[in-house]
């Protein structure tokens, strides 16, 4: 069984960064394609950054392009969003999602089958 454990997040000043990292274990993390959402309140989980199994190729949400890095170490089965220039628009609660059944990425939650438990997000202005 997959499980997704994310660690990082917290609060920030507008303009700062954060970190946040996604540790998978009971599965085989290479052979997933790799996705960060966001909720925030009174919202719908949207689609924040995805990436490929290898690593090869990313997606992002037009409004944190420039500013936010999804990576993968497939080596220590973790995959990470650096976020930068935050804005109070990005305060939401993040997580990380697994798509086990495909190396490829969507930016459909529903394609993804293991999700972690989410992670804070606050963004003061």
């Known amino acids: 069984q997959v499980q997704l454990v994310e660690s990082g997040g917290g609060l920030v000043q507008a303009g700062g960064s954060l970190r946040l990292s996604c540790a998978a274990s009971?599965?085989?993390?290479?052979?997933?394609?790799m996705g960060w959402f966001r909720q925030a309140p009174g919202k719908e989980r949207e689609f924040v950054a995805s990436?490929?199994?290898?690593?090869?190729?990313?997606s992002y949400e037009d409004s944190v392009k420039g500013r936010f890095t999804i990576s993968r170490d497939n080596a220590k089965n973790t995959v990470a969003l650096q976020m930068n220039s935050l804005k109070p628009e990005d305060t939401a609660v993040y997580y990380c999602?697994?798509?086990?059944?495909?190396?490829?990425?969507?930016?459909?939650?529903?394609?993804?089958?293991?999700w972690g438990q989410g992670r804070q997000v606050t963004v003061s202005s």
């Open positions: 009971g599965g085989t993390f290479s052979r997933y394609a």
């Open positions: 990436i490929t199994n290898s690593g090869g190729s990313t």
């Open positions: 999602a697994a798509r086990t059944r495909s190396i490829w990425t969507s930016l459909q939650s529903r394609e993804y089958d293991i």
